[in-house]
């Protein structure tokens, strides 16, 4: 967003553009970098342990809130498009993922549908060579309400000894009609005979609010390059 200006025409209040801007901020893909997390993190069924999320309003609701104020109305508008008619007064924000794909120079592109069936529960779900860069590519929809700060966090183990850990921000999404798609950063598969074997791993995906969409559980391998 860019302030929430728009020409000579007068905008809605400070007061109310920074209560918009707490719900409704950055709606596309919003790349940011996640602050690191000192200390040990204690959870409990994916929440913190202690954290109080902040109160849930639907959509619905914040669009509906100040209708008569005509500014805040087209401005709200502008950013939800025609979105408004498929509205449903759900207060929890719902992401649905629909795919995993590998991007590699290797072999291109591989894609998982999600969630993995039951028959490739503990499959290695691709290979890489070692010293090959890759990428993992997400495609997810956003239901219901804003889904704001959704962050990952992907750990490797080998042998039952953890050897990766990476986290990023994906962003903070509106509910859209379209999926979204999302490309993590890139990595890069380490060399040598030590390095070559089976590998487990588990990503989870959850928003500033601590509230967990997703644990994936997967297996890769990584061989010798020939």
Not at 14 to 38: A, P
Not at 187 to 209: I, W
């Amino acid at each position: 967003m860019e302030g929430g200006k728009r020409g000579d025409e007068a905008g809605p209040s400070s007061e109310k553009l920074k209560e918009l801007s707490e719900k409704l901020s950055e709606f596309c893909h919003v790349e940011e970098e996640e602050e690191e997390e000192d200390g040990e993190d204690h959870r409990s069924n994916g929440v913190a342990a202690g954290f109080v999320p902040g109160p849930l309003v639907s959509l619905k609701e914040q669009i509906e809130k100040d209708k008569d104020d005509d500014s805040l109305r087209r401005w709200k508008q502008k950013l939800l498009g025609s979105l408004e008619s498929d509205l449903d007064g759900q207060m929890e924000p719902e992401v649905k993922f629909h795919s995993i794909g590998i991007i590699s120079d290797d072999f291109g592109e591989i894609n998982t549908p999600l969630p993995v069936d039951e028959n490739q529960i503990g499959r290695v779900l691709f290979t890489l060579k070692e010293g090959s860069e890759y990428r993992l590519k997400l495609a997810f929809s956003v239901l219901h309400n804003i889904v704001s700060g959704l962050t990952y966090s992907n750990t490797v183990w080998k042998g039952g000894l953890q050897v990766d850990q990476s986290k990023g921000m994906l962003g903070t999404f509106a509910p859209n009609r379209e999926p979204y798609e999302h490309t993590l950063e890139e990595e890069t598969t380490p060399s040598g005979v030590l390095a070559r074997g089976l590998y487990s791993a588990k990503l989870k995906f959850e928003d500033d609010d601590k509230r967990c969409y997703m644990e994936l559980t997967y297996s890769f391998e990584i061989k010798k390059r020939s």
